[in-house]
T-cell receptor
Framework: SQQGEEDPQALSIQEGENATMNCSYKTSINNLQWYRQNSGRGLVHLILIRSNEREKHSGRLRVTLDTSKKSSSLLITASRAADTASYFCATDAVIYTGGFKTIFGAGTRLFVKA | EAQVTQNPRYLITVTGKKLTVTCSQNMNHEYMSWYRQDPGLGLRQIYYSMNVEVTDKGDVPEGYKVSRKEKRNFPLILESPSPNQTSLYFC????????????FGQGTRLTVV
């Protein structure tokens, strides 16, 4: 299975509700990032959380990281129809050559009904 | 405006006909990479480059080549495309080794018939 796995695969909520997406990973990481993708378009960076951080906020976004459980969650509060998109977590894993690989999960598709 | 530019956006080609997808960034980023996105599989890294003349394989490099002769450009080359390379391709760039956000191009939708 992949390094980053989002849960759930799809989520449908009403406007104004909160949306929570989870991400699990397998190896040690330097940081974890969340991205958003509108249908068929490029990914847009939302937030980065480093391995020594536990929580981070940006506007209506709240990200938590639990390195002991190798998991992260993204909370979008007071969702809007414009939040409808796919959300991906990405982790950076150091590899033996000294480089690193950025590994994306399969994503959570969020649909916010107006 | 800071951006990553991919061309073409859409391409239909035939099996075996060599093609190149260009990628250019104007942010002086050291790190660039190529991904392919397929339904249910998320983004998978094809190749990456940590700087000029430094490239390495990602998770799915078979059937692809890259070059990094200049810092701003990172073309993806398919020497002999096959139908299983039909996919949505993204180029991305960032400073250093992933400690900062990655900027993505708008994608290239490739169909190989």
């Amino acid at each position: 299975s992949q390094q980053g796995e989002e849960d759930p695969q799809a989520l449908s909520i009403q406007e104004g509700e909160n949306a929570t997406m989870n991400c699990s990973y397998k190896t040690s990481i330097n940081n974890l990032q969340w991205y958003r993708q509108n249908s068929g378009r490029g990914l847009v960076h939302l937030i980065l959380i480093r391995s020594n951080e536990r929580e981070k906020h940006s506007g209506r976004l709240r990200v938590t990281l639990d390195t002991s459980k190798k998991s992260s969650s993204l909370l979008i509060t007071a969702s809007r129809a414009a939040d409808t998109a796919s959300y991906f977590c990405a982790t950076d894993a150091v590899i033996y050559t000294g480089g690193f690989k950025t590994i994306f999960g399969a994503g959570t598709r969020l649909f916010v009904k107006a | 405006e800071a951006q990553v530019t991919q061309n073409p956006r859409y391409l239909i080609t035939v099996t075996g006909k060599k093609l190149t997808v260009t990628c250019s960034q104007n942010m002086n980023h050291e790190y660039m990479s190529w991904y392919r996105q397929d339904p249910g599989l998320g983004l998978r890294q094809i190749y990456y480059s940590m700087n000029v003349e430094v490239t390495d394989k990602g998770d799915v490099p078979e059937g692809y080549k890259v070059s990094r002769k200049e810092k701003r450009n990172f073309p993806l080359i398919l020497e002999s495309p096959s139908p299983n390379q039909t996919s949505l391709y993204f180029c991305a760039s960032s400073f250093f080794r992933g400690d900062t956000e990655a900027f993505f191009g708008q994608g290239t939708r490739l169909t190989v018939v």
